[in-house]
T-cell receptor
């Protein structure tokens, strides 16, 4: 399998549930990202990991908890979410280090609905 | 901080007509710029990137973009639209930071509709 794979594709959860989103990349990259895409809003960067170390937390509420056990895997743990957290969550990867011309490669996203 | 502005949230063209999607950037350093396309229920796919090697950049699916420093623009064009080009298009600029990786700041997107 190649590229960036996200599971599940769709997730419906109640506000008291705990769930996790999974992302796996097979591109040999060392940087991974979580973006949030809400209707009628620009893509919002949530977290950046570079060589497994978190290098950016864009003021994300603590009910979102990322985990990067290795350069190929990235998780987003969710708990006590709010309805406004319903969105498409996109994972991406790129070359690691300070390579500003390296494009991001995206997965197909997880469509999250919080009820 | 770097930013991009996409003029026109919706653009409609006839099949076979020229496609022009506008992007203007603001950057305090020489920018790296990207265009992505998103089809329904999918993630973002890279169309092309500008990394200062050449001002006219050719991408996939017949798209190209021209970097114009004097106009701070990076508009996306395609000579002849096809029905399969209907999608949402995003312009993005690298936002240099020392943490590692490549933070991209995205525009708000342009929805392209192609009509028969």
């Amino acid at each position: 399998e190649t590229g960036v794979t996200q599971t599940p594709r769709h997730l419906v959860m109640g506000m008291t549930n705990k769930k996790s989103l999974k992302c796996e990349q097979h591109l040999g990259h060392n940087a991974m990202y979580w973006y949030k895409q809400s209707a009628k809003k620009p893509l919002e960067l949530m977290f950046v990991y570079n060589f497994k170390e978190q290098t950016e937390n864009n003021s994300v509420p603590s009910r979102f908890s990322p985990e990067c056990p290795n350069s190929s895997h990235l998780f987003l743990h969710l708990h006590t979410l709010q309805p406004e957290d319903s969105a498409l969550y996109l994972c991406a990867s790129s070359q690691g280090g300070t390579v500003y011309n390296s494009p991001l490669h995206f997965g197909n996203g997880t469509r999250l609905t919080v009820t | 901080a770097q930013s991009v502005t996409q003029l026109g949230s919706h653009v409609s063209v006839s099949e076979g007509a020229l496609v022009l999607l506008r992007c203007n950037y603001s950057s305090s350093v020489p920018p790296y710029l990207f265009w992505y396309v998103q089809y329904p229920n999918q993630g973002l796919q890279l169309l092309l990137k500008y990394t200062s090697a050449a001002t006219l950049v050719k991408g996939i699916n017949g798209f190209e973009a021209e970097f114009k420093k004097s106009e701070t623009s990076f508009h996306l064009t395609k000579p002849s639209a096809h029905m399969s080009d209907a999608a949402e298009y995003f312009c993005a600029v690298s936002d240099p930071f020392t943490g590692g990786g490549n933070k991209l700041t995205f525009g708000t997107g342009t929805q392209l509709k192609v009509e028969l």
